[in-house]
């Protein structure tokens, strides 16, 4: 190369020395294949460094979080986009230490069990693992009254607009071993039969002067005492 550079004339070139980029740790169900593709900006005297981290199949990552650290402790620009991700202004020939993070989006299940949720065909949610995540879903079904949903991941029973700490993925394949994809966390609507009880006040019809009786509708097995 170098006797063509002078039979010809020109002037060697210097190349750059590309950064050295060590991505420690990888969180478990992610995929980072170790493919970096380089860009050098001779006018500034930097690097851009771009690569890819998914999740596994069957996976959702939410708020994923690229960290970069540098031996001489300068700053470096990071930009995301979906799961591609770009470090900007690296400098030649310095040892970079990326660190990768997130969190999991978890799927909501409800099942109706024999109901239906007025005005909301929608059965299935997600929420970030650790959120608090608000039950707003009220069923309803004919002669039964609603007496809450029940969360197959800790047996509670929770009543519409009460909050649900969403578990983290782990704490839900420990409890679905040999799941490939993240296991919902499956609210099923609680039933009661429904009685009516009709009791007398001191109230009287305006009318008819007679005593008003006041018809109330419970759930079979409930407390219900009169004002």
């Known amino acids: 190369l170098l006797a063509l550079t002078l039979l010809l004339g020109l002037t060697p070139v210097a190349f750059a020395a590309e950064p050295t980029i060590l991505v420690d740790s990888v969180p478990e169900h992610t995929i980072y294949d170790g493919t970096i593709s380089y860009y050098y900006d001779e006018q500034k005297g930097t690097y851009t460094a771009t690569f890819t981290w998914t999740a596994e199949k069957g996976f959702e990552m939410a708020n994923p979080s690229v960290t970069v650290n540098s031996v001489d402790g ?39 069990n024999g109901g239906i949720i007025p005005g909301d065909d929608s059965m299935q ?62 609210l099923t609507a609680q039933w009661a039969d429904a009685l009516t009880i009709e009791y007398k006040t001191d109230a009287t019809d305006s009318v008819s002067g007679m005593p008003t009786p006041v018809k109330v509708t419970v759930g079979a097995g409930n407390e219900f005492t009169t004002a």
């Open 74 to 112: 300068q700053s470096v620009n990071v930009q995301s986009d979906v799961d591609k991700h770009t470090l900007l202004g690296l400098k030649e020939n310095v040892d970079y230490k990326v660190s990768l993070s997130t969190s999991f989006r978890i799927p909501i299940k409800y099942e109706a």
């Open 125 to 186: 949610d997600k929420a970030t693992e650790g959120d608090n995540y608000n039950i707003s879903k009220k069923p309803t079904r004919d002669g039964y009254v609603f007496t809450g949903w029940k969360s197959d991941y800790d047996e509670k029973v929770y009543q519409a607009d009460e909050t649900l700490e969403v578990p983290s993925l782990e704490a839900l394949l420990a409890k679905h071993p040999g799941a490939t994809k993240t296991p919902p966390v499956t």
